[in-house]
Nanobody
Framework: QVQLAESGGGLVQAGASLTLSCVAS????????MGWFRQAPGKERDIVAA????????YYADSVKGRFTISRDNAKSTIYLQMNSLQPEDTAVYYC?????????????????WGQGTQVTVSS
């Protein structure tokens, strides 16, 4: 059972940057594609970014392309989400998730393990 723990959320002003981290409890994490999702109040949980098991391939939602960067450090069993130029519409709870496969997954239902989430609030 892989456990995922997110950190790094907070309250920032528009235009600021934040880096989220997600640490996995087991090294089997290194075999899994990973993703970041977000869910705003009253909305569905949407994909933000995803990364393959090796880090060679990445995916970004159109709304964050050019502003967010996903990366991973398999030696530390950790993935990151660098978020720049944050806007109020980025306000949400951000979740990391692990899929039981090597290649990128963009559908939430295909992810097996989920973290508890970290709140990101961007004020205007």
């Amino acid at each position: 059972q892989v456990q995922l723990a997110e950190s790094g959320g907070g309250l920032v002003q528009a235009g600021a940057s934040l880096t989220l981290s997600c640490v996995a409890s087991e090294h089997t994490f290194n075999n899994y594609a990973m993703g970041w999702f977000r869910q705003a109040p009253g909305k569905e949980r949407d994909i933000v970014a995803a990364i393959s098991w090796s880090g060679a391939n990445t995916y970004y939602a159109d709304s964050v392309k050019g502003r967010f960067t996903i990366s991973r450090d398999n030696a530390k069993s950790t993935i990151y989400l660098q978020m720049n130029s944050l806007q109020p519409e980025d306000t949400a709870v951000y979740y990391c998730a692990a899929a039981l496969q090597h290649t990128i997954v963009v559908v939430a239902a295909d992810y097996y393990y989920w973290g508890q989430g970290t709140q990101v609030t961007v004020s205007s």
